[in-house]
């Protein structure tokens, strides 16, 4: 049986919002795009899924998602997560009656695609079944076999929703990246300790760094990239990561503006995540 998944996505500015305090609203919506990317690009890759279906009215995600390979769905209802997924399953069965689809979350930056197979291959068995997220209390897939409604009921405590629908459990060993979304600076940090996607690591790059040299007395310095670039900050930059003093060598997350020889660093604090 081969699926063709769901992909929610909301638009990119207000996504992620509980990343904010961790990551700042700018690198947020830009994280939560490279969750997406890497989340959709193991997908395509599994051989279990036919499509995937990305539901958003966010233009830049969605020139993003498609130059992947995804099929970008506006989101017409506009009335939420599970009406989004409601929208695209309907869509995809008004093509194919006959479409076996899985509601998947876009948050999912370490999905790896055999692992991915494994849940699928483990959906099939059902003619609806969900897989729970790390924490044991949310969702992260939902199936329906050929004729069944995918009834999603996402959101806060979905996995006993789901069970209490009558879905089936799935209950797998080894598929920890298809469990791991992210909402938290805790969330990445576990995501990243299985081993982020190319995009996700490639946006997190931008945002880290080590301080390398710092004056207590105009609050300025430079930090120096992962790839070993330095890069100075001012003491607007100093002052607006709201910190009192900074030691070299201590790591830090960083907002960064303009290219070449004008790149500079306009915001600094303590890493953390």
């Not at 081969?2 to 994280?31: F, N």
């Not at 499509?51 to 017409?76: H, M, N, Y």
């Not at 479409?99 to 695609?113: C, E, I, Q």
């Amino acid at each position: 049986m081969t699926w063709t998944l769901v992909v929610p996505l909301k638009p990119l500015a207000r996504a992620k919002t509980r990343l904010s305090a961790a990551a700042g609203d700018g690198p947020r919506a830009s994280l939560a795009l490279a969750f997406a990317q890497d989340t959709v690009g193991a997908a395509l890759a599994s051989r279990w899924v036919r499509e995937v279906t990305v539901v958003t009215d966010d233009p830049l995600a969605g020139r993003e998602l498609s130059a992947l390979g995804a099929r970008i769905l506006p989101d017409s209802p506009g009335l939420g997560l599970n009406a989004a997924l409601a929208h695209g399953a309907r869509a995809v069965r008004g093509e194919r009656p006959e479409a076996a689809v899985a509601a998947l979350n876009a948050d999912l930056p370490a999905l790896r695609t055999a692992e991915l197979d494994l849940v699928l291959e483990a959906a099939a068995g059902f003619s609806r079944a969900f897989l729970a997220d790390a924490a044991g209390v949310g969702t992260t897939l939902l199936s329906a076999a050929p004729g069944t409604e995918l009834a999603p009921a996402f959101g806060g405590p979905s996995r006993d929703r789901h069970r209490a629908s009558g879905a089936r459990e799935i209950e797998l060993a080894g598929v920890d990246s298809v469990r791991r979304d992210v909402d938290t600076a805790g969330d990445l940090r576990a995501a990243v300790a299985l081993g982020v996607g190319a995009h996700t690591r490639a946006r997190l790059a931008d945002m880290q760094g080590t301080a390398y040299t710092y004056d207590p007395e105009t609050r300025a310095g430079s930090v120096l990239l992962d790839d070993g670039t330095p890069l100075p900050f001012d003491t607007a930059a100093f002052d607006a990561g709201g910190l009192r003093m900074l030691r070299p060598g201590q790591r830090v997350r960083i907002e960064v503006e303009g290219e070449g020889e004008q790149r500079r660093v306009v915001f600094v604090t303590l890493q953390t995540f």
